[in-house]
């Protein structure tokens, strides 16, 4: 035995949240993200995160205990993508979280994910390994504080060593055994001290084959009732080498070794036990199937129960329940548990390496009735709850998590957790895992996360904008627009805005990439408006960098060449939309084309000096105008097959879509921003503005939304989080420049940006975003959209603005 030296690292994050402002309606309460409460499902990145980096196998337990002693503490251990083992501790009354790198850099292998046992004076001890290496472990100095880890100790156990499960007999005057895969020959072993870890023994095989095959490794799971007794499951060893791969059940008590009647095996003066003289809970040879357990617990009268996966196919996996019920093993299945969950390309000929890694299963220890389980479920694997009442014969079921965006794997329920504890559950979610060595994944929770302050302070709008930023980016992968479609360069609007008030380089450097990328063009059709609208933070961009010596003429080159022709070859298309026509989309025949490419004109216009972009935008805008905008309710139509006397909605009035008015307020406040204040072009475009806004905000709902109809809010009952951006962005600068009467128009806009927020998922997600459409349409909770996220982002800068 020997010290070993480390590099470690703590961090504490105070409990201590905002007040949440919160909607008043009832269904919004319960619907809207970061609202649900314990034992309602939600989306996996709704729940609290543990860790943001941290992953386990699940041969080494317990993963997650609690203690109650001088605290009430849940201490979690996990290794790292980088490969650093880590312990958290959870206070459950002040909900202060203490994370401690114990040692850094060990393996990046999810295999050495470190098991924890609490000594009977507080301390908690740590044990892990190498995958196929050396042991290390380390106690803490002081009762119930991870802060104060002593030295890491090692010892040398053999180069196949692999997996800890330590546990305490306190009628064996304390004794700690530390079960692991044996490191000279791979089969079940196990050392002990009775110093509380000081010195060691040396390690002994407690199960071998008669014949002892040296590539045969059984897999162990370990459980203890602290006291007398430890209680082992194993197999005959690895799935993918053993075509019938049995379980096994055995128990150890006062030196001696029982099956679960009672019978003796044999004891601690006959090691190793002959494997085939131990019975079976699971017959893999009658069956005809392998297995491969996953977790093992005992009932509140002691008896033994298990979960494990059989495995008939490579691709097909299934989760069984096994108790003992005082005469026999009694084993259900519970479930179809899909394939291997690990996600990577690999040509079709290529085999996975891993295809017997389920999305797994756990027992609750404190109640085996109780089983946790991961399964696909519309091709994510999400977190299930299973319980019995019947001994396990049946089995009712309730979802964990719902509609999640990543796979949740390898769920585990904290030892010793008190059955009102919050969270009870860990579970992994993924965002790459394509094996052992090469995963990253989050440590979740069964806690729902705390929403977003929805104050307005520069300092809670900026957190909530952060959050949506970079869940937008981080997800923009699973976007199929085209980089430089319409709904794309509405965000890049709201993302350039956002970029220029964050004092964080990394969203300026993302836009830049894109326009980098794409030579700075607009999209394909020249005279399409929704081809142009990324144009408007290309030159937003150019006239950032303008204060620079560097700054690059490409940025405008192309939208110029663009607008320049458009202008001098003007289109001689009908306002009359029609998707058959080509032409009549070349005018700006549909009300959402008034915010994708007037700003841009507008825009050209004072960078350049030249008139002409201001002249033919003004000429095209009043057309339009002319042609959709109603003058007695103060909105445009979406075009004009929404005319009254071709459509009305279901209660007789009017088709006026929310976000179609809301694209037209969003493109008015661009035109104003960039309007010097003598040009003689303004007083119609403030004059719009008033008349609109006063009628926006007579149809906000008492919750803050805007719907998907502006007149119809019955049969549109949803909020609509897209449209809501846009007014509250356009009524926030109205009030912040003066157009708007502040005493009338701000309590709007402090109602809109609270609903918007509550809309945030915990991780950012922005919900009940209507998808791409032309007209009211249902719209839910889970449904985002980019240019939703970009509108957003165009109302949190001005809202920054507004709180200043």
């Known amino acids: 035995m020997k010290n070993q030296g480390h590099k470690g690292g703590l961090l504490i994050r105070r409990g201590v949240y905002p007040i949440r402002l919160f909607l008043s309606l009832a269904f919004l309460m319960l619907l809207l993200a970061g609202t649900s409460t314990p034992g309602m499902a939600q989306r996996a990145e709704s729940y609290e995160t543990l860790a943001e980096d941290g992953a386990w196998c699940w041969f080494s337990d317990p993963r997650s205990v609690y203690h109650e002693g001088e605290h009430q503490r849940t201490y979690t251990g996990f290794v790292t993508s980088t490969g650093d083992i880590t312990i958290v501790s959870k206070d459950h009354r002040s909900g202060v979280l203490v994370t401690k790198v114990l040692y850094e850099n060990v393996q990046v292998d999810d295999h050495v994910n470190p098991s924890l046992l609490v000594l009977p004076d507080g301390r908690l001890m740590v044990f892990f390994t190498r995958h196929n290496g050396t042991l290390y472990y380390a106690k803490t100095e002081n009762p119930e504080d991870i802060t104060s880890f002593a030295t890491v100790d090692s010892l040398d156990l053999g180069s196949e060593l692999c997996y800890t499960n330590p546990v305490l007999l306190s009628e064996e005057d304390n004794r700690i055994y530390l079960f692991s895969r044996g490191g000279y020959d791979w089969k079940p072993s196990f050392v002990t001290s009775d110093d509380l870890g000081a010195t ?74 002959v494997q085939s003289d131990i019975p079976k809970v699971y017959d893999g040879v009658a069956s005809n199937q392998r297995a491969w357990i996953w977790d093992l617990a005992l009932t509140q009268d002691g008896r033994p129960a298990m979960v494990y996966t059989t495995l008939p196919e490579e691709t097909l996996h299934f989760y069984n329940y096994a108790v003992w019920d005082g005469e026999s093993w009694q084993n259900t299945r519970l479930c179809e548990a899909g394939s291997a969950f690990p996600r990577f390309p690999h040509p079709k000929e290529m085999r996975d390496p891993e295809p017997h890694y389920s999305g797994g299963i756990c027992l609750d220890h404190t109640d085996p009735n109780r089983v946790y389980l991961s399964r696909p479920v519309a091709d994510r694997f999400e977190i299930e709850e299973w319980t019995t009442g019947d001994g396990g014969q049946t089995f009712s079921s309730q979802a964990v998590t719902v509609r999640s965006l990543q796979d949740n794997v390898r769920p585990v329920a904290v030892r010793n957790a008190p059955e009102q504890l919050s969270p009870r559950l860990m579970w992994m979610h993924l965002d790459h895992y394509a094996h052992y060595t090469d995963y990253r994944t989050r440590i979740k929770t069964n806690r729902p996360a705390e929403g977003f302050d929805a104050a307005i302070s520069p300092s809670a709008i900026k957190e909530v904008m952060g959050a949506v930023a970079d869940w937008q980016i981080g997800h923009q992968h699973l976007v199929k627009h085209h980089p430089l479609d319409w709904t794309n360069g509405a965000l890049y609007s709201g993302m350039m805005a956002w970029s220029l008030v964050a004092q964080d380089e990394q969203y300026k450097n993302w836009l830049q990439q894109i326009g980098q990328r794409h030579a700075w063009q607009p999209f394909f ?100 105008y002319d042609f959709l905008y109603d003058k007695e309710e103060h909105l445009f139509y979406r075009d004009y097959r929404f005319f009254p006397e071709r459509k009305r909605e279901a209660n007789g009035e009017k088709i006026f879509w929310g976000r179609g008015n809301g694209w037209v307020m969003g493109g008015l406040v661009s035109i104003l921003k960039d309007l010097p204040k003598d040009s003689p072009y303004r007083p119609f475009y403030e004059t719009l503005f008033r008349e609109m806004a006063a009628k926006v905000a007579s149809c906000q709902e008492a919750s803050g939304f805007w719907h998907a109809s502006m007149l119809d809010h019955e049969a549109f009952p949803n909020p609509e989080t897209s449209s809501s951006a846009f007014f509250c962005y356009a009524l926030a600068y109205g009030v912040r420049s003066g157009l708007l009467d502040r005493g009338q128009y701000e309590p709007a806009v402090q109602k809109a940006w609270q609903a918007l927020v509550s809309a945030v998922y915990p991780d950012g997600k922005l919900g009940w975003v209507q998808p791409i459409g032309e007209d009211p349409r249902d719209v839910t909770a889970e449904m985002t959209e980019v240019y939703g996220v970009g509108a957003f982002l165009l109302a949190g800068t001005e809202l920054l603005q507004l709180a200043k």
């Open 200 to 273: 060691w023994s040396k390690p002994q095989t407690f199960v071998s084959k008669k014949v002892n095959n040296p590539m045969n490794r059984p897999y162990t799971k370990v459980v203890s009732d602290g006291k007398s007794s430890i209680h082992f499951a194993f197999t005959d060893g690895h799935p993918r080498l053993e075509n019938h791969n049995s379980i096994y059940y055995l128990r150890y008590e006062g030196g001696r070794f029982f099956d679960a009647g009672g019978k003796v095996i044999g004891d601690t003066k006959q090691l190793p036990l």
């Open 525 to 624: 059709r020249m005279y399409h408006a929704d081809d142009v609208v990324v144009s408007q933070m290309y030159l937003d961009m150019y006239q950032h960098h303008q204060t620079e010596a560097r700054y690059p003429y490409r940025m405008l080159a192309p939208t110029k060449a663009r607008l320049d022709y458009v202008i001098n070859h003007p289109s001689e298309g009908s306002l009359l939309l029609d998707y058959s026509d080509p032409q009549t989309l070349e005018r700006w025949s549909w009300c959402d084309a008034l915010f994708m490419a007037p700003p841009v004109y507008v825009k050209m216009a004072n960078i350049t000096g030249d008139e002409k972009y201001l002249e033919f935008m003004d000429q095209e805008y009043k057309a339009t």
